[in-house]
């Protein structure tokens, strides 16, 4: 046993302990992948939270004095350029102790199970979410589901931890508090925490997608997702809130806010989750009024 842990230990570390470079997974094909997984250079957003995701897909890193904590993994094919982009900074990836995830679909979900591989770190998501990403196959609930197919399926992911409306993962000093805001997706999770930079500390808000996406079939006025998805709205909009953050960059208006960069940090922005639960209210209102049709 002991020359085995030693053998494990020593020359044969990569072979015999699990590969300690990204290994990627297939990656998903769709229309909007290529432009979604275009590279994009990694910044800090403010204090100890940094964008470390491609152009069209949010990946954040978050930095405590234990550990890193990353929300959302993009494509399958993107967890490469996140795993570059963390390193570009300076982190160490091994450093990740915990990934969280907003929604169960492939497009935010699908490089988890790669980078949970590379990292060991503790997948965290909602009860209602968890057994979509252990399997990486969509739930009959979701909006996006489609019977017989694998469309939407992404890599399972091993290991991941149900968390609670309300509570926290803590990291070191860090607490990020999971949020319940279902309607996209029914176990989705908006997730919430502090980031401090110059003696003044912010609220950040990473708010779950709130957008009616689905299957051709799909009713959101009689499934209930509608009802779901308006309290969710309500609940982004009363959040503590000086940053908005969200898994589509687009979302949030990092392009525009990226190029007013010297002006000030054009991300902070006390009504922005306001506006992001107004704007969804208007696009629910016009997709219930196709669903009448
Ligand atoms: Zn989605």
Redesign the pocket.
């Known amino acids: 046993m002991n020359r085995i842990i030693l053998f494990c230990g020593s020359f044969f570390l990569l072979a015999a302990c699990g590969p300690r470079t990204l290994q990627p997974d297939a990656p998903y094909v769709c229309e909007r992948c290529d432009e979604w997984n275009e590279p994009h250079i990694p910044f800090r957003i403010h204090g100890n939270t940094w964008y470390v995701g491609t152009d069209g897909l949010s990946s954040i890193l978050i930095e405590s004095d234990a550990g890193l904590i990353l929300v959302d993994g993009g494509l399958p094919q993107s967890a490469t350029l996140i795993d570059t982009n963390i390193r570009a900074l300076g982190f160490d990836p091994f450093d990740i102790k915990a990934i969280l995830v907003s929604?169960a679909?492939f497009?935010?979900a699908g490089g988890v199970a790669a980078l949970q591989r590379l990292t060991r770190a503790n997948v965290y998501f909602s009860e209602a979410g968890k057994a979509i990403l252990t399997t990486g196959r969509l739930g009959e609930d979701d909006p996006q589901y489609v019977a017989d197919s694998d469309e939407g399926s992404f890599p399972a992911i091993e290991n991941v931890t149900a968390i609670g409306d309300g509570e926290f993962v803590s990291v070191g000093s860090v607490n990020v508090q999971a949020q319940y805001t279902p309607g996209?997706?029914t176990g989705s999770v908006s997730w919430t925490w502090e980031s401090c930079a110059l003696n003044t500390c912010l609220d950040v808000v990473y708010a779950d997608?709130l957008t009616a996406?689905s299957a051709e079939d799909f009713s959101f006025a009689a499934s209930g997702a509608a009802t779901r998805m308006v309290e969710s709205a309500g609940k982004i909009a009363d959040l503590p809130c000086d940053i908005l953050l969200s898994p589509h960059p687009f979302f949030f208006g990092m392009y525009g806010k990226l190029e007013r960069i010297d002006e000030g940090n054009p991300f902070i922005n006390e009504l922005a989750c306001t506006f992001y639960a107004e704007e969804a209210l208007g696009w629910l209102e016009q997709r219930l009024q196709a669903e009448d049709r």
Do not use: G, L, P
């Open positions: 929604h679909h497009d935010h996209h997706t997608s996406v």
